[in-house]
């Protein structure tokens, strides 16, 4: 019984991957329908692995499920788009302030070899690739707050980050080049243990095309600042206890 429960979750995962790569390789492109019959006959596999490998890609943020009309790969709006990249950078903007003394050349060191790996791929057929590379930067970043709940909050955004970047490569023509430069920049910002640097190249990774990108940098400064400084007061408070 075991060995079959393996055997299908193994089939769930090889449907789910192969999609996925198929979705961010830009053969799927967004809007479009996913037929679950059409992708099971495909597969030679059956309606409830397609369906619980669907639902894996939606937990991903690569795919929505719409009533009585079926899964499609995930457009995101503009609005939708806005608001991820201004949750991401307020969250990342926090983690650098909480954490900069803990950015040391070891830390630099191994934003940069993610960085070079970014650098040799090529769009769009390594775009899982790149994506991965994203998350693992960005998680290092987030990881710099020292804290499980915000490490939570992020990793809940982190799932449309592959449909973001499809957005941007779709919308905008954003090449390799230009994604592995906003990464460099944003590392060399980290580099320099400039805090408002690093919070402004923060801010600017994600809002660079808004006209109201400076006034949300000045927000997030003061947001974060009062943030830490409230958190400081209250581990000063309980260790008074």
């Known amino acids: 019984m075991v060995m079959v429960r393996a055997k299908r979750l193994r089939l769930v995962d090889d449907v789910r991957r192969t999609l996925e790569e198929a979705i961010l390789c830009g053969d799927m492109r967004p809007g479009d329908r996913l037929p679950v019959a059409q992708i099971a006959e495909e597969f030679n596999v059956s309606l409830t692995t397609v369906r619980e490998a669907l639902l894996m890609l939606e937990n991903q943020g690569l795919v929505v499920n719409r009533p009585r009309q079926g899964a499609f790969v995930t457009r995101l709006s503009g609005q939708d788009a ?10 990342e903007s926090f983690a650098v302030t909480s954490g900069l003394d803990q950015i040391d050349a070891d830390f630099i060191a ?23 590379i994203d998350l693992a930067i960005h998680e290092a970043i987030i990881g710099l707050a020292d804290s ?3 490490f939570e909050l992020w990793s809940g955004l982190s799932g449309q980050i592959g449909a973001l970047i499809m957005r941007s490569t779709e919308q905008q023509a954003s090449a390799n080049s230009d994604i592995v430069g906003l990464h460099q920049e944003l590392v060399d910002a980290l580099a320099t243990g400039d805090l408002d640097l690093a919070r402004h190249t923060i801010v600017h990774h ?5 006209s109201e990108y400076g006034d949300f940098a000045d927000q997030v400064i003061e947001t974060t600042d009062a943030n830490l400084a409230v958190l400081a007061e209250l581990k000063q408070a309980a260790q008074a206890r």
């Open 206 to 210: 994600y809002l660079r095309d808004r």
């Open 82 to 91: 806005y608001e991820l990249c201004q949750a991401r950078a307020l969250l």
């Open 148 to 150: 499980q709940r915000i």
């Open 110 to 132: 191994r934003l940069q070899t993610l960085v070079e790996e970014m650098r040799a791929c090529t769009l769009p057929q390594d775009l899982p690739s790149l994506i991965r």
